[in-house]
């Protein structure tokens, strides 16, 4: 540690002439500027400055503000680890020595809600805000701006500078997501906070948490214990493995992890079908009132609760009063899609009973884009899944005012394979390489949905061939920065062949971070 704090010390107090001297190996490319990752609004690098960090630099957030304060303890858990440095985090309106600043207010009025202006020059660097998400934005944007070797996990050798300039940023959309299926196969929450780290680097700010279907349930549910202990038990899972769930605690844990990240969870409890692990857990639940056996295959569409039955409705209020009390967020997804079991008439008589629930216990509904066949209040939010870029149900949805969630299984199912030698994922809506995750506009993908009318995009990850956490990242990289992107930046700056070249950049940190990724033969890898 000695030694890398001695690299550093003359930095301290550099002059403009000596500062040029510095190799251009540790400024990170012409400007550094070009390789972040979603694309900023606005940057304007000036070659004249740069900021050193040294043993000396500490965090200075602004005094009284909570999120401020938040901000500046995950930046310095950030890059206390590469550098070696004790990065104090003060709050102080003023200091006469260089330092990070995360302030509130005083932007632009284009920052909005989650945007931020960044500002370095020699005497420091300066985040501005008007919310902590927008802080948490621009600190994202910083860790890109430093070099890779900033994502070690020990003291690296080396002068840590960030480019001179400035950036004026904030989101297209307003929602960013990414989605997760820990029903056909489990994944422990170490590997769901594992996947909230590497989706909060690109802007991400929810996690869209799917919870149930047929083949396991992985949330407890008090009124009605069996549903983990058997429907979400040893032996359920795609193939039988991947057995286990979420405790009230473990979920609890994962939203307070979610939200020291800027992110929201979002849970998932499908309904009518994909109800295979409750069904055969709970026979009443079944109009025969006979359990079928658990199912550990990927087939969809077979399963319905029993619509004409009271307990059914018993049921699913049981389920939506505990989940929406121990969700903070304000979005409950219900799921809704591959109803094939119930007919459209049941599909109807169900959702009109169900909707409401939803509402009654505080939270909004979303839903895959088959609830926009049932008139959903304008509260709803239609999640578009299809293959084909048309739903007539939801571009009727738009029109009335809801807001449509983008996630077209071409461009953002992140389980798709990249082509036909991929081991992992499946191939159903065809194969998906980094440019298809990236050569799409949310703006104009459905017919008859206006930009307007777009809440964001969500990329989702199933994982009826996943098993692992590398094999959720092998799936997920290099193709959610690629949807994060779309949902970031504007759409003038959108350009492959930008993107591929700050993609590669990315390499190098995901490599220092033990991130499994696809090295598409598309992009050129550092």
């Known amino acids: 540690?000695?030694?890398?704090?001695?690299?550093?010390?003359?930095?301290?107090?550099?002059?403009?002439?000596?500062?040029?001297?510095?190799?251009?190996?540790?400024?990170?490319?012409?400007?550094?500027?070009?390789?972040?990752?979603?694309?900023?609004?606005?940057?304007?690098?000036?070659?004249?400055?740069?900021?050193?960090?040294?043993?000396?630099?500490?965090?200075?957030?602004?005094?009284?503000?909570?999120?401020?304060?938040?901000?500046?303890?995950?930046?310095?858990?950030?890059?206390?680890?590469?550098?070696?440095?004790?990065?104090?985090?003060?709050?102080?309106?003023?200091?006469?020595?260089?330092?990070?600043?995360?302030?509130?207010?005083?932007?632009?009025?284009?920052?909005?809600?989650?945007?931020?202006?960044?500002?370095?020059?020699?005497?420091?660097?300066?985040?501005?805000?008007?919310?902590?998400?927008?802080?948490?934005?621009?600190?994202?944007?910083?860790?890109?701006?430093?070099?890779?070797?900033?994502?070690?996990?020990?003291?690296?050798?080396?002068?840590?500078?960030?480019?001179?300039?400035?950036?004026?940023?904030?989101?297209?959309?307003?929602?960013?997501?990414?989605?997760?299926?820990?029903?056909?196969h489990f994944h422990e929450v170490d590997e769901i906070k594992a996947y909230i780290d590497e989706i909060a680097a690109y802007k991400v700010n929810y996690l869209h948490l799917h919870l149930t279907d047929d083949q396991g349930w992985r949330i407890q549910i008090d009124s009605w214990p069996k549903l983990t202990t058997v429907g979400g038990g040893p032996g359920t899972g795609v193939d039988g493995e991947g057995g286990g769930y979420l405790t009230k605690a473990d979920y609890a844990e994962l939203n307070r992890y979610a939200a020291s990240r800027h992110i929201t969870i979002v849970p998932e409890i499908d309904m009518p079908g994909?109800?295979?692990?409750?069904?055969?857990?709970?026979?009443?639940?079944?109009?025969?009132?006979?359990?079928?056996?658990?199912?550990?295959d990927i087939e969809v569409g077979y399963s319905s609760l029993c619509i004409d039955k009271e307990i059914t409705y018993e049921f699913v209020e049981d389920v939506i009063r505990e989940v929406a009390a121990m969700t903070p967020g304000p979005y409950l997804h219900i799921g809704g899609d591959e109803a094939h079991a119930t007919t459209d008439e049941d599909y109807r008589k169900f959702m009109d009973r169900v909707l409401p629930m939803v509402g009654k216990y505080g939270k909004r509904i979303s839903g895959w884009d088959e609830i926009a066949q049932v008139d959903p209040p304008v509260s709803a939010v239609p999640q578009f899944w299809d293959t084909d870029g048309e739903d007539a149900d939801v571009a009727e949805a738009a029109a009335r005012g809801n807001k449509i969630l983008l996630s077209p299984a071409t461009k953002a199912y992140l389980d798709m394979k990249y082509n036909e030698d991929t081991e992992l994922g499946l191939s159903w809506a065809g194969f998906t390489e980094v440019d298809d995750a990236y050569d799409w506009d949310p703006g104009t993908h459905i017919k008859d949905v206006p930009e307007s009318a777009v809440l964001g995009v969500e990329a989702p990850l199933w994982s009826e061939t996943l098993r692992t956490l590398d094999d959720i990242e092998f799936m997920a990289f290099p193709r959610l920065p690629a949807i994060a992107e779309n949902g970031w930046s504007p759409r003038a700056t959108h350009d492959w062949e930008s993107f591929r070249e700050r993609l590669a950049a990315q390499g190098p940190r995901w490599e220092l971070q033990g991130v499994d990724f696809y090295r598409s033969p598309l992009v050129p890898w550092k």
């Not at 900021?51 to 999120?67: D, H, K, V, Y």
């Not at 840590?160 to 990414?178: E, N, Q």
């Open 1 to 184: 540690m000695l030694a890398a704090a001695a690299l550093c010390l003359p930095a301290v107090g550099m002059s403009a002439g000596t500062a040029a001297a510095e190799p251009a190996a540790t400024g990170g490319g012409q400007h550094g500027f070009d390789k972040v990752i979603p694309a900023p609004v606005e940057a304007e690098p000036d070659p004249k400055e740069k900021f050193w960090l040294s043993p000396f630099t500490f965090i200075r957030t602004q005094p009284g503000s909570a999120e401020a304060k938040q901000v500046g303890k995950y930046l310095a858990e950030q890059l206390r680890p590469a550098t070696g440095y004790p990065l104090p985090v003060i709050s102080t309106r003023h200091s006469f020595v260089p330092n990070i600043s995360l302030s509130l207010g005083k932007t632009d009025e284009r920052v909005g809600e989650q945007g931020y202006q960044l500002d370095v020059s020699r005497r420091g660097v300066q985040i501005r805000a008007n919310t902590g998400d927008g802080l948490f934005a621009g600190v994202q944007t910083l860790r890109q701006l430093l070099p890779a070797q900033i994502e070690a996990d020990e003291p690296q050798r080396r002068i840590w500078t960030v480019p001179g300039g400035s950036i004026l940023d904030y989101p297209r959309f307003g929602y960013r997501g990414a989605m997760l299926d820990i029903a056909r």
């Open 274 to 296: 994909h109800t295979n692990a409750a069904l055969s857990t709970y026979a009443e639940l079944n109009c025969d009132g006979v359990a079928p056996p658990p199912r550990t």
